[in-house]
């Protein structure tokens, strides 16, 4: 048991030495720079659902008519509008 504990408390100073070693070469080699974010810039698509078949499309492609959003012609004509 006696010896158990001697070979625990080697151990232990071993992997200590590894430690300290390891975080004299991190520090021997710093880590490069963050780099700036660039070109990350987010755009943000508003979809709109048409008012016949509730296809969700872009507002952008969508039709707009008196009475709502519509996905093409025929159906804003189908809408009334
Ligand atoms: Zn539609």
New binding site residues.
Partial sequence: MKYLLILGIVMGVLWLLKNKRRLDRDEQTPPPAAKPRTGTQLTTTEIVA?D????HLPRSEALTGPKGT???AA?RQQAGG
């Fill in positions: 048409c016949v078949c509730h296809v519509y996905c093409s159906h």
